[in-house]
């Protein structure tokens, strides 16, 4: 299994201004996603982090507004642009060792836009 | 479209009440389902996968179960420790993990 970590755990922005979360894992893994968890909904994946390339994002989310990068297997970032609070969300970092394992979650970044 | 339903939204037993709880899936050439717990403020600690219909994994008090259109989790004599959300997710031949909303299960002492 791999272990995950985000930071920040949380934080409070102004709305138009951007955030960027970090994710590392403590191996080397295939996949890394980010999800978003509103309360009292599923877990919504935003986009796939590909490495060495452009990540591929799910219906609804564009890269102008979720800019990810993904330098090496191990890392990942996750930038929320432009921010209103509609955004105002739990992020979650995941990882698996291949397209179809198991993932394993980060403890997810909570962020409240004023 | 992949669909995964979760039942009941909330379930309250008391230590020892078995029960079970329930995963409705439609997810097209199903990989895997998964089962996650989530603790409150924390992210999802992975469970179970299962594979094909027909098969069960344990894992102390929890076993989980998988058919053609469901999966379900079954507690066996749950204690307070047991407290969590349960999330059940569908992994289809694209990769993608599609969840369901979840069980919040309490367990009174």
């Known amino acids: 299994s791999a272990v995950i970590s985000q930071k920040p755990s949380r934080d409070i922005c102004q709305r138009g201004t951007s955030l960027t979360i970090q994710c590392q894992v403590d191996s080397q893994v295939t996949m890394m996603f980010w999800y978003r968890q509103q309360p009292g909904q599923s877990l919504t994946l935003i986009a796939t982090?590909?490495?060495?390339?452009?990540?591929?994002?799910e219906s609804g989310f564009v890269i102008d507004k979720f800019p990810i990068s993904r330098p090496n297997l191990t890392f990942s970032t996750l930038t929320v642009s432009n921010m209103s609070p509609e955004d105002s969300s739990i992020y979650l970092c995941?990882?698996?060792?291949?397209?179809?394992?198991?993932?394993?979650f980060g403890p997810g970044t909570r962020l409240t836009v004023t | 479209e992949d669909q995964v339903t979760q039942s009941p939204e909330a379930l309250r037993l008391q230590e020892g009440e078995s029960s079970s709880l329930n995963c409705s899936y439609t997810?097209?050439?199903?990989?895997?389902l998964f089962w996650y717990r989530q603790d409150p403020g924390k992210g999802p600690e992975f469970l179970f996968t299962l594979y094909s219909a027909g098969e069960e994994k344990e894992k102390e008090r929890l076993k989980a179960t998988l058919t053609k259109k469901e999966s379900f989790l079954h507690i066996t004599a749950p204690k307070p420790e047991d407290s969590a959300t349960y999330l059940c997710g569908g992994g289809g031949s694209n990769y993608k993990l599609t969840f369901g909303k979840g069980t919040l299960l309490t367990v009174n002492p």
């Open positions: 995941s990882a698996a060792s291949g397209r179809f394992d198991e993932q394993y």
């Open positions: 982090a590909n490495q060495g390339s452009e990540a591929t994002y």
């Open positions: 997810v097209s050439g199903l990989r895997g």
